[in-house]
């Protein structure tokens, strides 16, 4: 079992930029490749970015223009999701995921495994 707990969080006007954190616990870290998604208010969950299980492959879908970057620290059981020029189409429950796999970058909901509770992110215009 993994535990995954997010942090970071919180209001932010648009044009500036957030860091949230993903600490995991239990099971070893790098047999997973990991995720944020996102879920605003009345709609579905969606991709925001994966990472490989060694951190040298990344998936981000096109809609975000480059605005994310997802990295991880293996020794540290931490991945880390930055986002920026953040718009208030960003705000959303953020949540953290992982995959147990070591092949490839999963990036639909269905392949993750284990969920964080998710850390809220809000956008002011």
């Known amino acids: 079992q993994v535990q995954l707990v997010e942090s970071g969080g919180g209001l932010v006007q648009a044009g500036g930029s957030l860091k949230l954190s993903c600490a995991a616990s239990?099971?070893?870290?790098?047999?997973?490749?990991m995720g944020w998604f996102r879920q605003a208010p009345e709609k579905g969950r969606e991709i925001v970015a994966a990472i490989s299980w060694s951190g040298d492959r990344t998936y981000y879908p096109d809609f975000l223009n480059g605005r994310a970057t997802i990295s991880r620290n293996n020794a540290m059981n931490t991945v880390y999701l930055l986002m920026n020029n953040l718009e208030p189409e960003d705000t959303a429950v953020y949540y953290c995921?992982?995959?147990?796999?070591?092949?490839?970058?999963?990036?639909?909901?269905?392949?993750?495994?284990?969920w964080g509770r998710g850390t809220q992110v809000a956008v002011s215009s």
């Open positions: 995921a992982a995959a147990r796999t070591r092949i490839g970058t999963p990036f639909r909901e269905y392949e993750y495994n284990h």
């Open positions: 239990g099971r070893t870290f790098d047999n997973y490749a």
